[in-house]
Antibody, heavy 119, light 107 residues
Framework: EVQLVETGGGLVQPGKSLKLTCATSGFTFSNAWMHWVRQSPEKQLEWVAQIKAKSNNYATYYAESVKGRFTISRDDSKSSVYLQMNSLKEEDTAIYYC??????????WGQGTLVTVSS | DIQMTQTPSSMPASLGERVTISCRASQGISNYLNWYQQKPDGTIKPLIYYTSNLQSGVPSRFSGSGSGTDYSLTISSLEPEDFAMYYCQQYDSSPLTFGSGTKLEIK
């Protein structure tokens, strides 16, 4: 059974940093393309970042809204993907979901972790 | 970026009713369109991929259609577990973008 479990969310002040972790199991993580997708308080879903597999040189891609502030990474030995979020803004407040891409769709989603950016 | 306009934003409906949710892209997306369901507890799962292909395990009362810029999700006869949020998502070009969602509510 595929499982994706996000942790690391919380309340943080604007300008500060936070690191999210997505621990996975139930599939061959080293071959997987992984994403972070967030959902705003208004329920809008927004793709945030993608990281491809070692065979794709761990290529990474970002939404313009987070480029230069967020970094996606992975540790294949731990079957985990991370999202380092720096210089956080109030508009980054959202539930952050980790997702597994299969054949051009987000085939599996975690339960999400809430990030609140507020002073 | 490709904008996805989803309508309606909310839809009251009754058990057994047939409902259709629409999704319009700001430019042609060559059928590269997926649909997702989000339950009230936040759980998200894929329903339909590449416009009309049913994800494994999804009931046959769900169907998808469309082409060019206009796509739709139809539920032929609403069951209690279908009352949820629905989102379309295009993967024709980066960045991947979602519709704003449709909340299917019990009438």
């Amino acid at each position: 059974e595929v499982q994706l479990v996000e942790t690391g969310g919380g309340l943080v002040q604007p300008g500060k940093s936070l690191k999210l972790t997505c621990a996975t199991s139930g599939f061959t993580f080293s071959n997987a393309w992984m994403h972070w997708v967030r959902q705003s308080p208004e329920k809008q879903l927004e793709w945030v970042a993608q990281i491809k597999a070692k065979s794709n040189n761990y290529a990474t891609y970002y939404a313009e809204s987070v480029k230069g502030r967020f970094t996606i990474s992975r540790d294949d030995s731990k079957s985990s993907v991370y999202l380092q979020m720096n210089s956080l803004k109030e508009e980054d407040t959202a539930i952050y979901y980790c997702t597994l891409q299969l054949s051009h769709r987000f085939a599996y989603w975690g339960q999400g972790t809430l990030v609140t950016v507020s002073s | 970026d490709i904008q996805m306009t989803q309508t309606p934003s909310s839809m009251p409906a009754s058990l057994g009713e047939r409902v259709t949710i629409s999704c319009r892209a700001s430019q042609g997306i060559s059928n590269y369109l997926n649909w997702y369901q989000q339950k009230p507890d936040g759980t998200i799962k894929p329903l339909i991929y590449y416009t009309s292909n049913l994800q494994s395990g999804v009931p046959s009362r769900f169907s998808g259609s469309g082409s060019g810029t206009d796509y739709s999700l139809t539920i032929s006869s609403l069951e209690p577990e279908d009352f949820a949020m629905y989102y379309c998502q295009q993967y024709d070009s980066s960045p991947l973008t979602f519709g704003s969602g449709t909340k299917l509510e019990i009438k």
